[in-house]
Nanobody, 124 residues
Framework: QKQFVESGGALVQPGGSLRLSCAAS????????VRWFRQAPGKEREGVVC????????SYKDFAKGRFTISRDNAKNTAYLQMNNLQPADHGVYYC?????????????????WGQGTPVPVSS
């Protein structure tokens, strides 16, 4: 089965940091761009940031700029999301999905190989 396996989520206090991992299972990450998403309770899933196949291009949503950093290691078949200065508004479940390009923000069903997500509770 082709899917991502997300990990690294944990309870964090406001101002804290986390590094999430997104491991590709059953497929090779080197052929895909990767987009991180998040979903807060009662809200729609939203995009956070996307990274191109070679890691040379990234595209961040405004709320992530300056605080979050996406990276990837194709040799390890894994993408990462470093999150700093986390705030209560960042509370939610974080997912990654595959896409062929970061140039367009697609509808949710168009993304591939979704994982189960990793929870990031932000609370004091």
């Amino acid at each position: 089965q082709k899917q991502f396996v997300e990990s690294g989520g944990a309870l964090v206090q406001p101002g804290g940091s986390l590094r999430l991992s997104c491991a590709a299972s059953g497929f090779s990450l080197e052929y895909y761009s990767v987009r991180w998403f998040r979903q807060a309770p009662g809200k729609e899933r939203e995009g956070v940031v996307c990274i191109s196949i070679d890691g040379g291009k990234t595209s961040y949503k405004d709320f992530a700029k300056g605080r979050f950093t996406i990276s990837r290691d194709n040799a390890k078949n894994t993408a990462y999301l470093q999150m700093n200065n986390l705030q209560p508004a960042d509370h939610g479940v974080y997912y990654c999905a595959a896409t062929y390009s970061c140039r367009a923000y697609l509808s949710i069903p168009a993304y591939l190989n979704w994982g189960q997500g990793t929870p990031v509770p932000v609370s004091s």
